[in-house]
C-alpha cells in the first residue's frame, strides 16, 4: 500500500525540482516597466500595444570588456536589465573577458545556474558542493568546451594562459545576481567586526583587518 504514497512523494519532489528556476510566464511576454511604481517579483509589463523589437534587443556583445582592473577581468551583463523584454522569461545571458590570468573570483548567483563555453583562451574553472561535503569539481577549459556551475554554488574561472580569453554564459533567470565572496564577506558596509571575521578563519584580527583594507 506504501506504493502509490511513494510515488506521489516522488512526483511533488519531481514538480519542485522543475521550478528551480525563474516562475514561467503566462502569456507570450511580458517586456519590464521600469517606470512602473508597483513593486511585483521582477518589473511589471509594459503595455504590450506600446513594445517594439528593441524591447528585445542588445548590441555590443562582440566588444571585449575592460579587464584593467585587480582581478583581470571583465562581466558584460545581457539581463533584464540590458533587455527588458527577459522581464518573467528565466534566461539571460553574460560575456566574460579576462586578461592574461585573470581572474573572475570565487562567487556565486543566488538565482541561476550558468552553462560556460570558452570561444577563445584556457581556463581554470572549478565549482564546491555545499557543507559537509565541501567537495569541488574542477577543470581546465579550452576553445569550445561547455562547463555547468549549479545554481547558486560558490565558482570561479581563471584565464591560466598568457594571452587573453573570454566567454559566453547562459544563465537560467532573467537576473541571475552575484555575491563575489571575498567582496562580501571582507568588504561589506559596515563591515562585518574582524572578531568575528578572525574567529571564523581562524586568523588574528591583524590578518583580518589587513585584508579589509583591501577592499
Ligand atoms: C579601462 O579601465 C581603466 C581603469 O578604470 C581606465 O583607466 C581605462 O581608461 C579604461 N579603458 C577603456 C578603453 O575604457
Redo the contacts with the bound molecule.
Sequence with gaps: MDGPIIFLALVALASTAAMASDPSQLQDFCVADKNSAVFVNGFACKDPNTVTADNFFFSGLDKPG????AGGSSVTPVAVDQIPGLNTLGISLARLDFAPYGLIPPHTHPRATELFTVLEGSILVGFVTSNPGNKQFTKVLNKGDVFVFPQGLIHYQYNIGATSAFAISGLSSQNPGVILVPNAVFGSTPPISDEVLAKAFQVSKQTVDMIQAKF
Excluded: G, I, K
Excluded at 66 to 69: A, H, L
Design positions: 575592460n579587464t584593467s582592473n
